[in-house]
């Protein structure tokens, strides 16, 4: 695979940046990290499937199957391993926190 080496870029004044040729007509998720940091993951565009029948709106009286009780009381009957779970979140982070941690500790250790 070709490497792309890192690359200084600034935004100008109209708010724009140039990736460059090699990246012309991509489109790019942008993502926004509260830390400031800006990703772009290139994505691709796919086509929404067509149907005969026109899209259903959503209803405002629509509940979840099994409706809210079946829900409220899985809940109620797994409350210790949700606590337990939320608890690990709060602890160790999401999976997405853990991976930027073990990314950055990687690029920290190698640098």
């Given at each position: 695979?070709?490497?792309?080496?890192?690359?200084?870029?600034?935004v100008g004044s109209s708010g724009q940046i140039s990736l460059g040729?090699?990246?012309?007509?991509?489109?790019?998720?942008?993502?926004?990290?509260?830390?400031?940091?800006?990703?772009?993951?290139?994505?691709?565009?796919?086509?929404?499937?067509?149907?005969?029948?026109?899209?259903?709106?959503?209803?405002?009286?629509?509940?979840?199957?099994?409706?809210?009780?079946?829900?409220?009381?899985?809940?109620?009957?797994?409350?210790?391993?949700?606590?337990?779970?939320?608890?690990?979140?709060?602890?160790?982070?999401?999976?997405?926190e853990q991976l930027q941690r073990y990314l950055q500790d990687t690029?920290?250790?190698?640098?």
């Amino acid at each position: 695979m070709n490497e792309v080496p890192d690359m200084l870029k600034e935004v100008g004044s109209s708010g724009q940046i140039s990736l460059g040729k090699r990246f012309a007509g991509q489109l790019f998720e942008m993502v926004i990290h509260p830390d400031g940091r800006v990703e772009l993951i290139p994505m691709k565009l796919v086509a929404a499937a067509r149907s005969s029948r026109p899209a259903k709106a959503a209803q405002a009286d629509w509940l979840p199957p099994g409706g809210y009780a079946q829900a409220n009381a899985w809940a109620l009957a797994n409350r210790e391993a949700l606590e337990s779970y939320a608890d690990a979140m709060a602890r160790e982070g999401t999976a997405a926190e853990q991976l930027q941690r073990y990314l950055q500790d990687t690029e920290d250790s190698a640098g």
